[in-house]
């Protein structure tokens, strides 16, 4: 099993420069979400969505998009990046409860974004 | 918003137990209670969760309260390779609006001498 696949691993933007953090999972799940992690500030919630055609903002949202056009696929899109988006990002799914999952969440390896 | 208290950094010895706690006074009914610890340069990998009775796997323990407002993760023997940041958070995987509420908090870092 691949399990969460995230795609670019390193990335270095200019401002206002505008580019898509890939998210792929393998495991048939219906949650998957985006997340940030700076120096002190821990894991912070971008986006979420529960299934295909179903995003929601969680704590942090602005500046970026997504879509849900396959259980698969979870891209995040920066559409005109700052030195503020500098940051590692994580991507993670899970199963729900209510069709026999336990809701573990499953890491990708991360995407170190730097912008300039 | 439901949110975890955990202590910033804790140390153990090798091979001796480590109980990291965490306290969730305002933990709703349908909350689950996960842990997962993060090793640098890595994403979080999951460890256990619970809901009201206590919890053995291959990697931990999970002692929780009675009234469900604190839990306890057990490492009955730790290495070297449990140093990490340790996450305790709570997961309502029922209501799936509340996933936006999904909050992380600092963890404990736990370093482990030889």
């Known amino acids: 099993n691949a399990g969460v696949t995230q795609t670019p691993k390193f990335q270095v933007l200019k401002t206002g420069q505008s580019m898509t953090l890939q998210c792929a999972q393998d495991m048939n799940h219906e949650y998957m979400s985006w997340y940030r992690q700076d120096p002190g500030m821990g894991l912070r919630l971008i986006h979420y969505s529960v299934g295909a055609g179903i995003t929601d903002q969680g704590e942090v949202p602005n500046g970026y998009n997504v879509s849900r056009s396959t259980t698969e696929d979870f891209p995040l899109r920066l559409l005109s990046a700052a030195p503020s988006q500098t940051s590692v990002y994580f991507c993670?799914?899970?199963?729900?409860?209510?069709?026999?999952?336990?809701?573990?969440?499953?890491f990708g390896e991360g995407s170190r974004l730097t912008v300039l | 918003d439901a949110k975890t208290t955990q202590p910033n950094s804790m140390e153990s010895n090798e091979e001796e137990p480590v109980h990291l706690p965490c306290n969730h006074s305002t933990i709703s009914g349908t909350d689950y209670i996960h842990w997962y610890r993060q090793l640098p340069s890595q994403g979080p990998e999951y460890v256990i969760h619970g809901l009201t009775s206590n919890v053995n796997n291959r990697m931990a323990s999970l002692a929780i309260a009675e009234d469900r407002k604190s839990s306890t993760l057990i490492l009955h023997r730790a290495t070297l390779r449990d140093a990490a940041v340790y996450y305790c958070?709570?997961?309502?995987?029922?209501?799936?609006?509340?996933?936006?509420?999904?909050?992380w908090g600092l963890g404990t870092s736990l370093a482990v001498n030889p």
């Open positions: 993670a799914s899970s199963s729900l409860s209510g069709r026999g999952g336990t809701g573990e969440l499953f």
């Open positions: 958070i709570l997961r309502d995987t029922l209501n799936a609006g509340n996933n936006r509420k999904l909050i």
